[in-house]
């Protein structure tokens, strides 16, 4: 049986913060607040299948158009929830590997910014990546 891959590893380890979470609330209910936010921020990033959702750091993203699934896609594929690893594309080979014409930026507009920019999408005048900020 292969070793387990470090997103297993993650996984792993955030159902087991889950558990304690809710035994140290039965023990110490006026410490609970602090450690659902424990898990929130060690929780790992995942993606539905076909990449229509995405639950990242307790917040859970909803991508409506299959041009932002397919971007989420390519920069998945290059990130994979690796903590401390930035994989930056330049928009132009982007949007080629997701098969899509124009900006970045023309596909995220709506009446607000998306949620999942600044947060889980970062981009600046040259290049894109998913994971932490800088």
Not at 94 to 103: E, I, T, W
Not at 119 to 124: A, G, K, R
């Amino acid at each position: 049986m292969p070793a387990p891959s470090v997103v297993e590893k993650k996984i792993r380890y955030y159902k087991q913060l889950r558990e304690l979470e809710l035994i140290a609330a039965e023990i110490y209910p006026q410490d609970s607040s602090r450690l659902v936010l424990l898990r929130k921020s060690h929780e790992p990033v995942r993606f539905a299948p076909g990449f229509a959702t995405c639950r990242a750091w307790g917040v859970t993203y909803h991508f409506h158009t299959t041009a932002q699934r397919n971007i989420c896609r390519e920069l998945w594929k290059a990130w994979e929830g690796k903590t401390g690893y930035q994989a930056t594309i330049d928009h132009r080979t982007l949007m080629l590997r997701a098969g899509l014409d124009g900006k970045f930026s023309s596909y995220w507009r709506g009446k607000k910014e998306h949620p999942a920019l600044g947060v889980l999408i970062h981009h600046n005048a040259e290049v894109v990546w998913m994971g932490e900020e800088e």
